[in-house]
């Protein structure tokens, strides 16, 4: 488990996660596409060897974060430019502020 990388990428893990327990359906519509993308990719980590943090599989086996929150953090993108952020991390802030 790589701490410095988990710790730089807090806030986007917090997003993910966030949006994986308060479900909202454009939330759920964009990780469904994202997901669907990930499924197609080599990189996909189903069994978790590639994960960051143990047991969060299917993961993204290039970054290694699991894609079930990964898909949902709207300022994250695909480290392979697969699909894009859809706010910035800033506007992210400002929209959980609301």
């Known amino acids: ?7 730089k ?5 917090y997003e993910g996660i966030k949006n994986s327990v308060i ?6 519509d964009i990780a469904s ?3 669907a993308i990930c499924k197609e ?19 993204c086996g ?4 699991s894609l079930s929150f990964k898909t949902r953090a709207l300022s994250t993108e695909c480290p392979l430019e697969k699909w894009k952020a859809l706010m910035t991390e800033d506007e ?4 959980d502020e609301l």
Do not use: A, F, H
């Open 9 to 13: 990428n807090r806030k986007e893990i």
């Open 23 to 28: 479900r909202d359906i454009y939330v759920e």
């Open 92 to 95: 992210e802030n400002k929209l």
């Open 62 to 65: 290039n970054c290694g974060c």
């Open 33 to 35: 596409k994202r997901m």
């Open 1 to 7: 488990m790589n701490l410095k990388k988990i710790w």
């Open 41 to 59: 990719c080599s990189e996909i980590d189903k069994e978790g060897s590639k994960c960051e943090m143990p047991g969060t599989q299917p993961c």
